[in-house]
């Protein structure tokens, strides 16, 4: 009988002796790989949500508050995160100052009768609004896949002024 082997029953068992102990790393669970920090990136694709204006507003918050948790971590994942949170809050930004802007206008529209004639100025904001969300859900796409490939995102996050 090897060292490592117990008898279960037969002559050679004894109760209370159960032979030396196995040594903890046959019984060890392979590692998990590291977080890269998509998730992040990733939480973006709120944006998809159906709520004009107000959708690119949450997903920032979204994307902020998961990026806090992720940069914790340190590392690739944790630079993934930073510049995720930094994306996030240009764009919440952004798109809380169109909202602003948009119904501003339109205050403003209410008292002056005249100055909605066409589709501009209030078409302007909502134009803005639609580029925001496209160029936002095309750099949490490919900032996403870059952090889930190799780990890490590279200029990963100034914000939506400098991608």
Do not use: Y
């Amino acid at each position: 009988m090897g060292e490592f082997e117990r008898p279960v029953v037969g002559p050679d068992f004894r109760p209370g002796d159960e032979g030396p102990a196995r040594p903890q790393a046959l019984h060890h669970k392979p590692a998990s790989p590291a977080p890269a920090g998509a998730l992040t990136w990733f939480l973006g694709m709120i944006a998809f949500i159906g709520l004009p204006f107000v959708n690119l507003i949450i997903t920032g918050v979204v994307m902020i508050a998961v990026g806090v948790g992720q940069r914790r971590m340190g590392g690739p994942a944790g630079r993934s995160a930073a510049g995720a949170m930094r994306w996030g809050i240009g764009v919440a930004t952004t798109s809380a100052a169109l909202l602003v802007g948009f119904f501003g206008v339109l205050s403003a529209a209410s008292s002056a009768p005249g100055l909605l004639k066409g589709f501009f100025p209030l078409g302007s904001f909502l134009v803005a609004w639609v580029l925001l969300t496209l160029v936002h859900l095309i750099v949490c796409i490919v900032q996403g896949v870059r952090a889930s490939g190799s780990g890490a995102v590279a200029g990963a996050g100034p914000g939506p002024g400098g991608f």
